[in-house]
């Protein structure tokens, strides 16, 4: 995910030890040996560049309620890292794993004595609005966070529904309790603001906080019911401060008071969200959480968890990877997050409310890094939530002009490069996925891709994009328009649309443009047909000022996914391209200062910590070479995710850092950026149990499996010898029996023959 410059960090935490923490504190509490949610870490991804969100949330939700920390800068884009110890309150809305900051709305604080409104000064701890705390207080599981404050002596505890925040507060006994209600507060770079809160009554609190950040346009309504009535309130903004009972601010903020009690008062708060309105706030509280039982809202979103997760059951000795892949399933399903209220009121991307007639919408949609293997595994184990994410998508086309890139409450922000919605919608619909409109996603689809707007007229012009006509991202521009541009012609080709067909594959082969045959290198061009002149340099970067997205020429050489075999023919045989595909792997260079921090995770020049790499590695099965696919495989899942805080080599980035590992770890990843086949690799386990669509399962077994038999040897489908070195999406989703042999030598013959290989169709 792009790297945002100009965000500087301001360092508001005292320093804790780190060893030992991936561990703090999870799931302690809670006997549930028989629950999935129990090897889920949420640490993992807070250290390091991850930008994990931890917090408490449900599958897909709306709410993610969490903290914040004060320190702000390129790690704490989710709100949170592990190296702070300071908390400025609890928002309910989050980001994770992007590159950008956004989100971290509506953020209350407990506390007692006197605060200023504001975080106060540098370190200045008696007036500023925020707490430390200790690591060792934390408490984080799936749909649950706890936590003490510690200038305060307060107990925070968090659950949340799909559009509610459950908060309970313990504060300590003889003092008043108070809660700060912030809707100044946000993540990331912000620029006009305004919130507005209105005491209603005594137990009744609402308002909206509107802003403009990496989503331009983004407005949220809340409303507050508390379990104890509010005993005063004072409503500021920075400067001025009024005593009644509604302000509308830039900075706003609402001091509560509450009776002071002998006893250790226990405060609870629930926090409705909107993207519409206060009412349909209130409506969405009254119809998710009417009641007031916290452990039984805990346990309804531990529960949801574990259903989730029950999608993929894992058997295996190895309790460490059994950690990692849970915890990187339970990350692949934090978006795309849900944007509508309960009575199908929705924003939509006109920035008008609409209505929806069925379904769900949803927003959060980090298209160019999840279309990769984020959407791939959810065509195998969330088919039904599909549909859905279409309409959502092909609504956004209506209300905007096109498909979105990379949406975010209900604004397109055009981040990232390409028409990765193209890609996604094309997925679903040759993957035979119903329930949406298949000629509207067509018209979107052709709509997008002749658009004027990112390089797409040069585009279309020359047939690539020349590095004169864009000034930056030329090459990584051209191909992922190719990448797109190839989904569509496989729609066109199976609608019988041979004039499209044609037009739009002829358009995929972008890449062949910039293939410089005497370097062996994708290199930028001009207009003119000549490559950038001067000395080229494979291993430079320079962010946002070079031709590539976040890498270099070692990296994007090896972006066509779509056509790996027409990519083989620009190296004049096999031998030589398999050749330069293993010095990805080993050569070693200077990336220069200007580097893209994304650039991570190496092998080599292999940056498996950003995404246009993802599908590298099983380019070794189209070259009759898979046992070099499973070392990598397997190097991959053992050395650059671990179950540390900084287990992840590069941002999550909304799920996709996570769902590679999930795909290898079963034994397979789709490189075809639309509609499969899925390509073996390594499977990691011994038994996965996959849960796919009306019932059906899929079991994947892979015999004699080890650290060391990390080859495959032979295959069988349902019993009978299957010979290839890749799956039909098909074949996965009827389910049945996938049987690997595992061995300790690659053998001589599985995926050899050229009859056994995948094949790029065209």
Same mark, same amino acid.
């Given at each position: ?568 023919? %620009? +190296? ?7 050749? =330069?595909?293993? *010095? /990805?792997?080993? !050569?070693?260079? #200077? ?92 499977? %990691? +386990? ?7 669509? =009306?019932?059906? *399962? /899929?079991?994947? !077994?892979?015999? #004699? ?58």
């Amino acid at each position: 995910m792009i790297v945002m410059k100009g965000f500087v960090k301001k360092l508001f935490f005292c320093s804790v030890p780190l060893l030992g923490l991936a561990s703090c504190g999870v799931g302690t509490d809670v006997q549930q040996s028989a629950s999935l949610t129990q090897y889920v870490d949420p640490y993992i991804g807070t250290g390091g560049h991850g930008h994990v969100f931890v917090g408490a949330n449900v599958p897909y939700g709306a709410v993610q309620l969490g903290p914040s920390n004060i320190s702000t800068g390129w790690d704490w884009v989710s709100g949170y890292h592990i190296s702070d110890s300071t908390i400025m309150g609890f928002a309910h809305q989050h980001l994770s794993g992007t590159g950008i900051g956004d989100l971290g709305d509506i953020v209350f604080l407990p506390y007692t004595g006197d605060v200023r409104f504001d975080r106060g000064e540098h370190g200045d701890e008696e007036t500023g609005a925020y707490s430390l705390f200790k690591r060792a207080s934390e408490k984080v599981r799936p749909g649950y966070y706890s936590v003490h404050l510690d200038r305060f002596n307060v107990d925070a505890e968090l659950t949340a529904t799909t559009r509610v925040g459950f908060h309970k507060y313990a504060f300590p006994k003889g003092e008043v309790p108070k809660i700060l209600i912030n809707l100044d507060a946000g993540i990331g770079w912000e620029g006009e603001k305004e919130g507005h809160l209105v005491v209603e009554n005594d137990t009744v609190v609402s308002g909206y906080r509107y802003s403009q950040g990496w989503a331009k346009n983004q407005k949220i309504y809340f409303t507050a019911t508390f379990s104890q009535p509010v005993a005063g309130h004072v409503l500021a903004d920075s400067t001025a401060v009024q005593q009644g009972d509604s302000i509308s601010a830039r900075r706003t903020y609402g001091a509560l008071t509450f009776a002071k009690k002998d006893d250790n008062p226990v405060i609870f708060v629930k926090v409705a969200v909107s993207p519409v309105s206060i009412a349909n706030a209130k409506q969405n509280m009254a119809e998710e959480l009417p009641g007031w039982d916290f452990e039984a809202t805990k346990q309804a979103a531990d529960q949801a968890w574990n259903k989730a997760l029950e999608k993929v059951q894992v058997e295996t000795k190895d309790s460490v990877s059994k950690k990692i892949f849970y915890t990187a399933l339970y990350h692949t399903m934090f978006a795309p997050s849900t944007f509508n209220d309960v009575n199908g009121d929705y924003m939509g991307s006109d920035f008008k409310p609409h209505k929806l007639t069925s379904g769900a919408n949803y927003t959060t949609f980090s298209l160019w890094d999840t279309y990769r293997a984020a959407h791939p595994l959810m065509s195998i184990i969330h088919r039904d939530r599909l549909p859905d994410m279409v309409n959502t998508m092909l609504r956004i086309y209506q209300e905007q002009g096109k498909l979105p890139v990379w949406h975010l409450v209900g604004n397109e922000t055009d981040c990232m490069v390409g028409n990765p919605g193209i890609i996604v919608v094309a997925d679903a619909y040759l993957k035979g996925i119903d329930g949406f409109d298949k000629d509207l996603a067509y018209e979107a689809m052709k709509v997008s891709a002749m658009k004027d707007d990112r390089g797409l007229d040069s585009y279309k012009k020359y047939g690539y994009v020349p590095y004169d006509k864009e000034k930056v991202e030329s090459v990584a521009k051209g191909l992922e328009f190719a990448i797109a541009d190839w989904s569509l012609a496989q729609v066109a080709k199976l609608r019988g649309e041979k004039e499209d067909y044609t037009y739009f594959i002829n358009r995929s082969q972008a890449f062949k443009h910039y293939f410089d045959k005497d370097l062996q290198f994708l290199r930028g061009k001009d207009a003119n047909g000549k490559f950038r002149p001067g000395k080229f340099d494979p291993f430079h970067s320079a962010h946002l000022a070079n031709d590539y997205t976040e890498g270099n020429a070692w990296q994007y050489t090896w972006l066509v996914p779509q056509n790996v075999n027409g990519f083989m023919e %620009l +190296f004049g045989s096999e031998e030589q391209f398999i050749t =330069k595909l293993d *010095s /990805l792997f080993v !050569v070693e260079g #200077n990336l220069g200062e200007e580097a893209s921090p994304d650039i991570s995770g190496l092998i080599g020049q292999y940056a498996h910590g950003n995404e246009p790499s993802h599908h590298v590695i099983y380019m070794y099965n189209y070259a009759g070479q898979p046992w070099k696919a499973a070392d990598r495989v397997r190097q991959t899942l053992q050395t650059l995710y671990t179950d540390q805080v900084d287990g992840l080599s590069g941002n999550e980035d909304v799920g996709q850092m996570s769902a590679w590992y999930v795909m290898s770890a079963l034994g397979f990843y789709q490189v075809s950026p639309a509609g499969g086949p899925f390509i073996f690799g390594s499977p %990691l +386990f011994d038994k996965v149990t996959l849960a796919l669509d =009306k019932g059906v *399962s /899929l079991e994947i !077994v892979a015999h #004699n499996n080890s650290q060391d038999n990390k080859y495959i040897q032979a295959v069988r489908l349902n019993g009978k010898t299957y010979d290839k070195s890749y799956i039909s999406y098909e074949d996965v989703i009827k389910g049945g029996k996938l049987e690997f042999d595992m061995g300790a030598k690659p053998s001589a013959t599985f995926g050899v023959a050229k009859e056994t290989r995948p094949t790029s169709v065209q």
